[in-house]
Every structure is written in structure tokens, then in C-alpha cells.
Nanobody
Framework: QVQLVESGGGLVQAGGSLRLSCAIS????????LAWFRQAPGKERDFVAS????????DYANSVKGRFTISRNNAKNTVYLEMSNLKPEDTAVYYC???????????????????????WGQGTHVTVSS
């Protein structure tokens, strides 16, 4: 059974930092692009960041560029999202996703990952207070 388990969420003041982790099990990892999405209350799920299958490419939503960094550790089957200078508008449930297609770049998956084309975690809640 494929499982993606996010952790690291919590309550933080504006300007603070958090690092989210997503541990992936039940499937191979190293040949697949990975991504983070988020869903704010009452909003659609939005793309946040992605990293290509070999780690050479990354892509970020404009709203988080310069503040968030996605990385991966294939040996640990884990993808990370380092978040700094957090803003209240970053408040959301953050989901990690693993592509179901091999060898794709970050740019290729940033707009194509869906419930059918990726495996998804249950999410971790990030709340940024003003």
C-alpha cells in the first residue's frame, strides 16, 4: 500500500519558519518527480513546489518563490519543504504528492498532478498567525 505521510506542520507566527517532511513508502521513489500542494480553507488545492525526478529541476508558485525550498532525500524516501518568512496567506493544509510517471521534470508536473496522476498524502496543517 502506497503511503505518503506529511509531518512538521503547526502554528507559527508571521515571519517564522517551518520544515515539512513527507515520508513515502510502498512504492519506488528515485525516478519520480515530487511536489507539494496546499489547500487553504474554502479554497482550491494549489501548487506550491515541485522537484524533478533527479533533483535537477525545481519549480515554485510565484507566491512562495524565494521563501520556500523543496528538496528530496532518496535514501530516506523523503521529500521536504522548507518554509521561511511565512505569511498568514500561507495558512493551509499542505499535501505532498509523488508522480505516477517516471523521469519527469519539476515543470512538467507542476500543473499536471491530480488524484489520478499522483499519489497523495493526508496533509499537515500549517497555520501562520498575524
Amino acid at each position: 500500500q502506497v503511503q505518503l505521510v506529511e509531518s512538521g506542520g503547526g502554528l507559527v507566527q508571521a515571519g517564522g519558519s517551518l520544515r515539512l517532511s513527507c515520508a513515502i513508502s510502498g512504492r519506488t521513489f528515485s525516478r519520480y518527480a515530487l511536489a507539494w500542494f496546499r489547500q487553504a480553507p474554502g479554497k482550491e488545492r494549489d501548487f506550491v513546489a515541485s522537484i524533478g525526478w533527479n533533483g535537477d529541476s525545481t519549480d515554485y508558485a510565484n507566491s512562495v518563490k524565494g521563501r520556500f525550498t523543496i528538496s528530496r532525500n532518496n535514501a530516506k524516501n523523503t521529500v521536504y519543504l522548507e518554509m521561511s518568512n511565512l505569511k498568514p496567506e500561507d495558512t493551509a493544509v499542505y499535501y505532498c504528492a509523488a508522480d505516477k510517471r517516471t523521469y519527469r521534470t519539476a515543470q512538467a508536473v507542476s500543473t499536471t498532478l491530480t488524484t489520478e496522476t499522483a499519489d497523495w498524502g493526508q496533509g499537515t496543517h500549517v497555520t501562520v498567525s498575524s
